[in-house]
T-cell receptor, first 113, second 113 residues
Framework: AQSVTQLDSHVSVSEGTPVLLRCNYSSSYSPSLFWYVQHPNKGLQLLLKYTSAATLVKGINGFEAEFKKSETSFHLTKPSAHMSDAAEYFCVVSNTNAGKSTFGDGTTLTVKP | SQTIHQWPATLVQPVGSPLSLECTVEGTSNPNLYWYRQAAGRGLQLLFYSVGIGQISSEVPQNLSASRPQDRQFILSSKKLLLSDSGFYLC????????????FGPGTRLTVL
């Protein structure tokens, strides 16, 4: 069994300030974890993924996430928000169970000028 | 490089009418294919996935069906649409299952009136 919880449905930051989007997961097996971004009326784009290599994962557009097994967390961060970062972000957990990826409900990031 | 297409981009249909949404992938062979639905303000719900021609797994019982008549073609259908079928439909592909990155199409916005 697996599940993912995105702890904030909405996050608002000012341009140039840090971004933190929180994600907790549960998985019966060693998980793979992903963050995707979705701009309005668009498909999803992969930001980064963790697959049991380095626990600190760097992605596109300056985003990174840290896998913390003890806390079952995979929070997404960025040091300085840009207006173009405003979007919906999804945390996803997958394991070896064929075809099973579980998406979180999403976090809407708003960036204020 | 690989690309994924979905059409139509938008669709408005009356209740009780049939539905056919198409997804095609270029630049890869034997992909795993997925249909997701995203209701307004919600996360993604996996509807169907396919590991090969004619092989369809259904995740959620409903009035929708899926078919894979060719290796890189995935079709979502309904004989009679319900109001609750409204949403944003996303097709995705991956090389493997579960732990592999999924690549999403641009989506189809379906409104059932």
């Amino acid at each position: 069994a697996q599940s993912v919880t995105q702890l904030d449905s909405h996050v608002s930051v000012s341009e140039g300030t840090p971004v933190l989007l929180r994600c907790n997961y549960s998985s019966s097996y060693s998980p793979s974890l992903f963050w995707y971004v979705q701009h309005p009326n668009k498909g999803l784009q992969l930001l980064l993924k963790y697959t049991s290599a380095a626990t600190l994962v760097k992605g596109i557009n300056g985003f990174e996430a840290e896998f913390k097994k003890s806390e079952t967390s995979f929070h997404l961060t960025k040091p300085s928000a840009h207006m173009s970062d405003a979007a919906e972000y999804f945390c996803v957990v997958s394991n070896t169970n064929a075809g099973k990826s579980t998406f979180g409900d999403g976090t809407t990031l708003t960036v204020k000028p | 490089s690989q690309t994924i297409h979905q059409w139509p981009a938008t669709l408005v249909q009356p209740v009780g009418s049939p539905l056919s949404l198409e997804c095609t992938v270029e630049g890869t062979s034997n992909p795993n294919l997925y249909w997701y639905r995203q209701a307004a303000g919600r996360g993604l719900q996996l509807l169907f996935y396919s590991v090969g021609i004619g092989q369809i797994s259904s995740e959620v019982p409903q009035n929708l069906s899926a078919s894979r008549p060719q290796d890189r073609q995935f079709i979502l259908s309904s004989k009679k649409l319900l109001l609750s079928d409204s949403g944003f439909y996303l097709c995705a592909w991956s090389r493997g299952l579960a732990r592999d990155t999924q690549y999403f199409g641009p989506g189809t916005r379906l409104t059932v009136l």
